[in-house]
């Protein structure tokens, strides 16, 4: 099974870029994973999409890609993703975080401007209930990428995942 252990303690998921068609509820976002110091974890950068209810503006649908170099089994992916946390935690004492750590400190705790980012945010925060609110009942969540590859449908299943992967 696989979860977020192989990530380097304290990482945070960063907006890059948000899309919003207010016509139709549909919205894409661009998106990293980032230390606590401000420094890019690799190959997590990656893309969603979301639909929203029209009427409740919640997430009915998400599918996230994130980057690749090659299609890989868990395995490999485990590995490759974990050797690379574990030389960016090697190289800590090389860089001047000190700067980089007020900047992410700042964006992190500024007010969410969407429901995508409300929802980024309530999981760096670890705050799942928050997180599950972002969704509708029936929402169905996929993701393809080097960490998790899955299908979640209904709150429930994704309330199940969201557990798992916030103990790590």
């Not at 969603?48 to 029209?54: A, I, P, R, V």
């Not at 170099?69 to 190289?91: E, P, R």
Request: with cysteine; charged share 25%; proline share 2%.
């Amino acid at each position: 099974e696989r979860n977020a252990e192989i990530l380097p303690v304290g990482c945070k998921m960063v907006v890059d870029h948000i899309a919003v068609d207010e016509n139709n509820g549909n919205i894409g976002s661009c998106w990293h994973v980032e230390r606590e110091d401000g420094i890019t974890v690799p190959l997590t950068r990656g893309c969603s999409f979301y639909t929203t209810d029209k009427t409740t503006g919640l997430i009915k649908t998400g599918f996230k890609v994130t980057e690749m170099v090659v299609k890989t089994n868990k395995s490999l992916s485990d590995n490759l993703v974990g050797s690379a946390s574990k030389f960016i935690q090697a190289t800590e004492k090389f860089s001047n975080a000190s700067a980089k750590v007020s900047s992410f400190t700042q964006r992190q705790q500024q007010e969410p401007k969407s429901i995508i980012e409300k929802y980024f945010q309530a999981w760096n925060n670890r705050d799942l209930e928050t997180a599950l609110d972002c969704f509708t009942d029936d929402a169905t969540y996929q993701t393809e990428d080097p960490v998790f590859v899955d299908t979640f449908r209904g709150k429930d299943s994704l309330k199940e995942h969201l557990l798992k992967n916030a103990a790590t």
